[in-house]
């Protein structure tokens, strides 16, 4: 299993410096995979919708997921509620490239997430802060993402969580050994994570921005504040211009401290999202899970 | 030594590291200016092929790569690479770099469950690790291409000239020997 759980990282390894897109039809993943996406997450409503509408949001259809599967030859990623092990299992039963443990679809458990270690296909999960990303890894996580605020197209939250991050593990770096301990105590992680992030400076998986990217500067402030990709979900397919900016926020990912280059890919893409400012929230997503 | 990685999307951290720690001096090619930079190697990094030729062609970076493959600059890639590098996929209408007469098959092994990582000989070096993740392999080869390497009777190494291909990962793996084998070739050994 050790084996496998390498494997499982070393996919996300080979997603970096890359954009991953929410999309709902074949359709809209052949537009993603075109416009140059590393992956796709398929799922029957993107986050907006999820929460323009209301109601429990599960795992969705599988014949949905399939029909996806087979549109591209990039990775397919699918969502399945926190804590229901058994909506990861169908996923890795359609033989699903990654499971996204999400806190966008209504929590199916309060206390546990999924071990994530009885599974042979690769988890990414959400996190707000160094102690949650600390124990989604020990649980099986091989990937991380910011948990951001989903459909909102306001990038603050995405923000809030990397900058949290960043900042905690400069803290651990700089750290006397013996402190190592306590930290793992405040943090209520295991000490050999700890460890790991004082001795490298970084998580041991690949850490993602995810959460109200909207437009490719938005991608782009994510990567210079230490994403090694981005996921976009609501912001491309609730724009006016999909496909055009797609591809600009591809580019803006891969030159990101480029600023006349995302300047002039930022030039005529149409309407953005209109997106919901932190303020006018109702539910929380982020708040899922911990 | 110098040694430029393309940069645009995938694992190419991974092979800056290893080439750093053989002694290479290394640096990134994301967009055109970069390649006013001399450099003796090309490294194609793992990633998603479609997305990574995709930007080659839109950022430029193109034309300009292939002419300096096709010239005789050594190139080594790694999977996507060596999707890009290879005259023909048999399951996919794209060709890129055209640099290696060899006919690649796509995701080989199938989806995510079906990545692996297996010993085997590579020739001259000896046994060595090899992780493949969703990755390529060669179906055939012009009889011209040198065999490096072969798993269940699929290849999965080969070389013709200044031009190395690879389906599976050795920048992940912590084993330097196909890394320093593409510095050999780059000195000309």
Redesign the interface.
Known sequence: MENRYELNKNLAQMLKGGVIMDVTTPEQARIAQEAGACAVMALERIPADIRAAGGVSRMSDPAMIKGIQEAVSIPVMAKCRIGHFVEAQLLEAIEIDYIDESEVLSPADDKYHIDKTKFKVPFVCGAKDLGEALRRINEGASMIRTKGEPGTGDVVQAVRHMRMMQSEIRRLVSMREDELFDAAKLLQVPYDLVKYVHDNGKLPVVNFAAGGVATPADAALMMQLGAEGVFVGSGIFKSGNPAKRAAAIVKAVTNYTDAKLIAQLSENLGEAMVGINEQEIELLMAERGK | MTIAVL????????HEAMLESLGAEVFEI??LSDLDRPFDGLVLP???S??QG??LR??GLFEPIRERIMSGTPVFGT??GLILLAKRLSN?DNVYFDALPVTVR??AY????G???AEEEFKGIGKIPM?F??APYIESAAEDVDILAQVDGNIVAARRGNVLGISF?PE?DGDTSVHRYFLDMVEGK
């Open positions: 940069a645009v999307q995938g694992d190419f951290a991974e994301r967009e793992g990633g998603e479609t997305v995709k930007l839109e950022l999977c996507a996919d796509r995701n199938g989806r995510q469950l990545s692996f990582y992780t993740i969703r990962h992940v």
